[in-house]
């Protein structure tokens, strides 16, 4: 929430490397317990989460810069009603 609206007003090429980077945030921030209860070395965690962070990042990327627009102008159509 906090990273979608500081880049809320940049062009929609910011927006989608915002959403490229989140997936990593959003995946390193699991860290932290599953050290805790696993004992995995942090190393070892990262390397094995890029792969998926690359793919959801991948993901995250591509949605934002070609569905953007076209959900924005559905919410707010759907808002006007």
């Given at each position: 929430?906090?990273?979608?609206?500081?880049?809320?007003?940049?062009?929609?090429?910011?927006?989608?490397?915002?959403?490229?980077?989140?997936?990593?945030?959003?995946?390193?921030?699991?860290?932290?317990?599953?050290?805790?209860?696993?004992?995995?070395?942090?190393?070892?965690?990262v390397i094995a989460d890029f792969p998926f962070a690359l793919i959801m990042g991948g993901v995250n990327f591509l949605t934002i810069l070609w569905l953007r627009d076209i959900i924005y102008t559905s919410i707010s159509y759907e808002n006007r009603l």
């Open positions: 929430m906090v990273i979608a609206k500081s880049v809320k007003n940049y062009i929609i090429e910011v927006q989608a490397l915002a959403g490229f980077l989140f997936a990593f945030i959003y995946g390193l921030s699991f860290y932290p317990l599953t050290g805790i209860i696993y004992q995995i070395p942090f190393t070892a965690y």
